[in-house]
T-cell receptor, first 112, second 108 residues
Framework: KAGVTQTPRYLIKTRGQQVTLSCSPISGHRSVSWYQQTPGQGLQFLFEYFSETQRNKGNFPGRFSGRQFSNSRSEMNVSTLELGDSALYLC???????????FGSGTRLTVV | AQRVTQPEKLLSVFKGAPVELKCNYSYSGSPELFWYVQYSRQRLQLLLRHISRESIKGFTADLNKGETSFHLKKPFAQEEDSAMYYCALRGTGSTLTFGKGTMLLVSP
């Protein structure tokens, strides 16, 4: 059974650009969440999607957005990139409530 | 608001010594607590859920609602336990709030 797959693994962008990250959850998992991991702030929740609907959103500016498709695959987009957006972006999926999350390996974004 | 505190950034022990990784939480309702582990160059993995009351790789954790704690314990540490450990809480909604993590180093 394939795990949570995130693409690309590494990304380098310049300030002001935008970026799209992709996440394919485990087959059958309908809930997808995104987290930002940095050395200073640790793991911070970005948003959660379930059946194409955003259920929760973390405390991030509107430059951060996401969506989920009918096949449960999810994308997150960051517009007008800032240096502080450099981080490891993690995607996690679970089959439904009351189950633990399975995390992907992440996309490491570097903004220069 | 929900908050998770892991007071130790680094915990260094010798092989065979007991280990206790501390986790305290702040949440007004009935939380669900987790421990996640991240080994070097590997993805974040679920280690324990408090509702499962299970032991994984010799680790156990008991939810103490009176002290709002969910400390992770192992009686005899092994070198392969060296990793980053994160305590997490699921409260309102279904989002996870993570602590800053504790790096466990087990020396031979």
């Amino acid at each position: 059974k394939a795990g949570v797959t995130q693409t690309p693994r590494y990304l380098i962008k310049t300030r002001g650009q935008q970026v799209t990250l992709s996440c394919s959850p485990i087959s059958g998992h309908r809930s997808v969440s995104w987290y930002q991991q940095t050395p200073g702030q640790g793991l911070q929740f970005l948003f959660e999607y379930f059946s194409e609907t955003q259920r929760n959103k973390g405390n991030f500016p509107g430059r951060f957005s996401g969506r989920q498709f009918s096949n449960s695959r999810s994308e997150m987009n960051v517009s007008t990139l800032e240096l502080g957006d450099s981080a490891l972006y993690l995607c996690a999926s679970r089959i439904e409530a009351n189950y633990g999350y399975t995390f992907g390996s992440g996309t490491r974004l570097t903004v220069v | 608001a929900q908050r998770v505190t892991q007071p130790e950034k680094l915990l260094s022990v010798f092989k065979g010594a007991p280990v206790e990784l501390k986790c305290n939480y702040s949440y007004s309702g009935s939380p669900e607590l987790f421990w996640y582990v991240q080994y070097s160059r590997q993805r974040l993995q679920l280690l324990l859920r408090h509702i499962s009351r299970e032991s994984i790789k010799g680790f156990t954790a008991d939810l103490n609602k009176g002290e709002t704690s969910f400390h992770l314990k192992k009686p005899f540490a092994q070198e392969e336990d060296s990793a980053m450990y994160y305590c997490a809480l699921r409260g309102t909604g279904s989002t996870l709030t993570f602590g800053k993590g504790t790096m466990l180093l087990v020396s031979p």
